[in-house]
C-alpha cells in the first residue's frame, strides 16, 4: 500500500536538535493516522506520539510532550518529528508508523493500531 522512508537521523549534541521526516510513496497519507515510536538497543519498541489524519490531534508520551512534536503535510505525504533538548536517553532507532482509520481526529497509540513501518533511522545524542 504506501511504503515509508525515514530520514533526519544521525548525531547531535544534547540539547541540540534534530527534524526527523517520513516521507511516503505509492499512495497518499491521507487516509491513515501517523505516529513516531523509537528502540534503544536490547529495548523493547515505545511510543513517542501520535497524530490524526487531518493533524488537529496528536498524543504524546508523557515524558517527550515539553520536547518533541510532530506534524504532518499530507500535501507532501510526509510527517516530521522534531525534537528539541536532546537527552542522551534519546538515542534510538526511530519509526514512522502508519494505520488506517475511518475518523479524522483519531489518534493511534499502541503498536497493534499500526499497520505500517519504515525502516527506522538512528539517532545518537551524545552528553
Known amino acids: 500500500q504506501v511504503q515509508l522512508v525515514e530520514s533526519g537521523g544521525g548525531l547531535a549534541q544534547a540539547g541540540g536538535s534534530l527534524r526527523l521526516s517520513c516521507a511516503a510513496s505509492?499512495?497518499?497519507?491521507?487516509?491513515?493516522?501517523m505516529g513516531w515510536f523509537r528502540q534503544a538497543p536490547g529495548k523493547e519498541r515505545e511510543f513517542v506520539v501520535g497524530i490524526s489524519r487531518d493533524g488537529g490531534g496528536t498524543y504524546y508520551a508523557d515524558s517527550l510532550k515539553d520536547r518533541f512534536t510532530i506534524s504532518r503535510d499530507n500535501a507532501r505525504n510526509t510527517v516530521y518529528l522534531q525534537m528539541n533538548s536532546l537527552k542522551p536517553e534519546d538515542t534510538a532507532v526511530y519509526y514512522c508508523?502508519?494505520?488506517?482509520?475511518?475518523?479524522?481526529?483519531?489518534?493511534?497509540?499502541?503498536?497493534?493500531?499500526?499497520?505500517?513501518w519504515g525502516q527506522g533511522t538512528r539517532v545518537t545524542v551524545s552528553s
Open positions: 508508523a502508519a494505520g488506517r482509520v475511518v475518523w479524522a481526529s483519531v489518534v493511534l497509540t499502541t503498536i497493534s493500531e499500526y499497520e505500517l
Open positions: 505509492g499512495r497518499t497519507l491521507s487516509n491513515y493516522a
